[in-house]
């Protein structure tokens, strides 16, 4: 069958799990994790999100697939408050612009939490800059919405896309998500160096966290905590994690 086909019978049936990618502070303590989509087909075995995700995207099947990622982090987020070593730990989602742009975004998210027992303050929804620029009063209202409410936003994959520094400071975000792409050559590319001490400092002067994604080396993670970067999410301290696998990675360090 098409992909899209199996994609659909895949939403109906649940064929999905989040797995948890850590997200650490200087110092070494879990603060929460990244959880991101895992799809495992009968026959394809497992798909990955940079296949299925766009294809979601242009059929319309990430409003139900994201409405299930979104319960289901929920859920996992009040079954860790229940548990003193988990009880704090922060839950951050990617939400499509398709997701976003839902007229009961709003409603959908609060109804959520409140039927998991979720604590708001917990939930970070990681919003992309390509899917800020348009009807930039819109977006805002809606992140204000929520933000009234707890939930937290980062800006992902931040510094790839065009956002204009003037509308950057009227959003309501938590944090900046310096991406992969200027950590990878962070110590040989002095490019890379420069726009990532940029990114740290625009972070620090818009009132911001700052985390660094695709950390893969102590040495990354040394010059990005000199700069003032000190959360950060990466292969140096764990690839994504079935859900017993992060749950143990964070009792160990703890
Ligand atoms: O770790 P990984 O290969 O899983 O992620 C690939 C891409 O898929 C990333 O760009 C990530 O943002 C995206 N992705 C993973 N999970 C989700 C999800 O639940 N919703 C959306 N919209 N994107 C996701
Ligand atoms: O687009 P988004 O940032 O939401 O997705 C994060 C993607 O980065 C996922 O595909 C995830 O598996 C991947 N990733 C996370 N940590 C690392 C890392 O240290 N190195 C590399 N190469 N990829 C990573
Ligand atoms: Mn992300
Ligand atoms: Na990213």
Redesign the pocket.
């Known amino acids: 069958a098409a992909l899209e086909t199996d994609l659909r019978e895949a939403v109906q049936t649940e064929q999905f799990e989040l797995h948890y990618?850590p997200q650490i502070a200087a110092g070494g303590r879990v603060l929460g994790a990244?959880a991101?989509l895992r799809w495992t087909h009968g026959r394809r075995g497992a798909v990955s999100?940079?296949d299925f995700i766009p294809l979601a995207e242009d059929t319309g099947l990430i409003l139900p697939l994201g409405t299930w990622v979104l319960e289901t982090a929920c859920a996992q987020l009040a079954l860790w408050a229940g548990q003193p070593e988990l009880t704090d730990l922060a839950l951050s989602v990617?939400v499509s612009a398709r997701q976003f742009r839902q007229v009961d975004f709003v409603e959908l998210v609060l109804d959520i939490l409140a039927r998991s027992g979720a604590r708001p303050g917990r939930l970070k929804l990681?919003l992309t800059e390509s899917m800020l620029v348009a009807d930039v009063e819109a977006v805002i209202a809606t992140m204000n919405a929520l933000k009234a409410h707890g939930v937290g936003f980062s800006l992902?994959?931040f510094g790839t896309g065009y956002s204009s520094l003037s509308y950057l400071k009227r959003l309501p975000l938590e944090q900046l998500?310096i991406?992969?792409g200027f950590v990878?050559d962070l110590l040989t590319d002095p490019n890379d160096a420069a726009i990532a001490k940029m990114l740290i400092a625009l972070a620090a002067t818009l009132g911001l966290t700052v985390i660094a994604?695709?950390?893969?080396t102590e040495a990354q993670r040394d010059f990005l905590a000199s700069q003032g970067c000190l959360c950060y999410?990466?292969?140096?301290f764990s690839?994504?994690l079935a859900l017993c696998r992060f749950e143990e990675f964070v009792k160990t360090q703890r």
């Open positions: 990618q990244e991101l999100p940079a990617n990681e992902d994959d998500k991406d992969q990878r994604e695709g950390v893969e999410q990466g292969y140096l690839r994504a």
